[in-house]
Nanobody, 121 residues
Framework: QAQLVESGGGSVQAGGSLRLSCAAS????????MTWYRQAPGKEREFVSG???????NYADSVKGRFTVSQDKAKNTLYLQMNSLKPEDTAMYFC???????????????WGQGTQVTVSS
């Protein structure tokens, strides 16, 4: 069964840092386009960061210059280094990926359960 597991969330003061991880598992599946999203209370889920098809990184304007996305393809793991955190970064952070069944070719989108990030002023 394909699964995404996020970790690394926590509570920090403004200006602090956290590093999130998202590990994909499931030997029957190929994993593509791993991306970070976040959702604050009462708000829509929004894109944070990910990779374009050419491998270049992409960031929401609100996190540019503060967050850095990286991945270890051998480990099927996506990371998000978050520096200079602000109270407005407080949200549940989710990982999303495209998965393809190696046998059937069936493609679907998978979400992790999320990891909470809380930034206090």
């Amino acid at each position: 069964q394909a699964q995404l597991v996020e970790s690394g969330g926590g509570s920090v003061q403004a200006g602090g840092s956290l590093r999130l991880s998202c590990a994909a598992s499931g030997y029957r599946y190929y994993t593509y386009d791993m991306t970070w999203y976040r959702q604050a209370p009462g708000k829509e889920r929004e894109f944070v960061s990910g990779f374009d098809d050419d491998g270049s990184t992409n960031y929401a304007d609100s996190v540019k210059g503060r967050f850095t996305v990286s991945q270890d393809k051998a480990k099927n793991t996506l990371y998000l280094q978050m520096n200079s955190l602000k109270p407005e970064d407080t949200a549940m952070y989710f990982c999303k990926a495209g998965c393809r069944d190696k046998s059937s070719g069936y493609y679907f989108t998978l979400w992790g359960q999320g990891t909470q990030v809380t930034v206090s002023s």
